[in-house]
C-alpha cells in the first residue's frame, strides 16, 4: 500500500466517523433518520479521495442502509414502549413499503451514479423546503380510505426511501403528518418502517453489487461493511447526545439551519448529476 493510499484511507476513515457523530446529534435533536446526513457526506469523502466515481453514489446509499436496519431496531423498540407505534398503521403499510424497497435495492443494477444522484438532489430539495417552512404540509384530516392508494403511497415511499439510502422517517414522517397522523405515532411507526426499508433494500444491493469490480475490500455487493462497522457505534452512541441537546437548544433555528445545509447539499448533488 503506498503513502497516498494510506492517507486517503485515513482521511476515509476520519469522514466517515464524524459523519457518524453528526448523523447520531441530528437524529436525536431533529429526529431525522441519519441516512439524510449520511449520504451526501459519504459521497463527498468518496470523491474527495479519487474513490471510482461510478460507485461513490452505490456504495455510500447502501452503506447507509445497511447502519439503518441496526439503529432502526433500537429506535423502534424504544417507541414501542412508548406506545407510540402505531401497528394498525404499520400492517397498512408494511407490505408496499417492503416491496418498493426491494424494487429500489434492485433497480440500482440499472440506475448509474448520475441517476442516483438527480434522485436524491431532488427528493432532498423538497424536504428542505418542507423543513423551512413554518407551516406543515396538509393533505388530508384521515389517511386514503383505499387500500390501493395506501400501497401506492407505501410502495413509493420504499422505492425512493431506498435509491436514497434513508429510512422511514425522512418520507413517511411529513406524509403520515400531511394525512393529520398525529405526530408521536407517525415518528415511532416511521421509525419501524426504517428497518422494513433497510432490509429488503441493502439485499437488492447487495445482488445488485456482486461482482463489480474496483470495491473497496470489504464489501458485500455495494456494502462497505468497515464502513458500517465505524458508523454504527458512533450514530447509536451520540443519538442521546442530540435528544439532550433538544431540550437545551432552540431545535426552530437548528432545524432551519439543517433544512439550508440540506438545501445547498441537494444543490450540489443534482449540479453533480447534470454537469
Do not use: C
Not at 449520511?38 to 453514489?57: D, R, Y
Not at 415511499?157 to 406524509?175: D, K, N, Q, R, W
Amino acid at each position: 500500500m503506498t503513502d497516498l493510499s494510506l492517507l486517503q484511507a485515513a482521511l476515509l476513515l476520519g469522514g466517515v466517523a464524524a459523519t457518524a457523530i453528526l448523523a447520531g446529534i441530528l437524529a436525536g435533536l431533529l429526529g431525522v433518520g441519519g441516512g439524510i446526513v449520511l449520504v451526501p457526506v459519504l459521497f463527498w469523502i468518496l470523491s474527495a479521495t479519487h474513490f471510482p466515481p461510478e460507485l461513490s453514489m452505490h456504495m455510500a446509499v447502501a452503506t447507509s442502509l445497511a447502519t439503518i436496519i441496526f439503529t432502526s431496531i433500537s429506535s423502534a423498540r424504544a417507541h414501542h414502549k412508548r406506545g407510540a407505534v402505531d401497528i394498525g398503521l404499520l400492517r397498512l403499510w408494511a407490505p408496499g413499503i417492503v416491496l418498493g424497497a426491494l424494487t429500489g435495492g434492485l433497480a440500482a443494477k440499472y440506475i448509474d451514479a448520475s441517476g442516483l444522484k438527480a434522485i436524491f438532489g431532488t427528493i432532498a430539495l423538497i424536504v428542505s423546503i418542507n423543513m423551512a417552512t413554518p407551516k406543515n404540509l396538509v393533505i388530508s384530516d384521515h389517511l386514503p380510505r383505499s387500500s390501493l392508494v395506501n400501497g401506492a403511497i407505501s410502495y413509493l415511499t420504499g422505492l425512493f426511501s431506498a435509491l436514497m439510502g434513508i429510512g422511514g422517517g425522512t418520507l413517511s414522517v411529513p406524509l403520515l403528518n400531511g394525512f393529520s397522523v398525529e405526530i408521536r405515532r407517525a415518528v415511532g411507526t416511521a421509525s419501524a418502517f426504517g428497518f422494513m426499508i433497510a432490509v429488503p433494500a441493502v439485499l437488492g444491493f447487495v445482488y445488485s453489487g456482486l461482482g463489480v469490480p474496483n470495491r473497496p475490500p470489504l464489501s458485500l455487493g455495494y456494502v462497505n461493511l468497515l464502513a458500517a462497522g465505524i458508523i454504527l457505534p458512533f450514530t447509536v452512541g451520540f443519538a442521546p447526545v442530540g435528544a439532550a441537546l433538544a431540550h437545551s437548544l432552540d431545535t426552530v433555528w437548528v432545524k432551519r439551519a439543517f433544512a439550508l445545509f440540506l438545501g445547498i447539499t441537494a444543490v450540489r448533488m443534482l449540479m453533480s448529476a447534470f454537469g
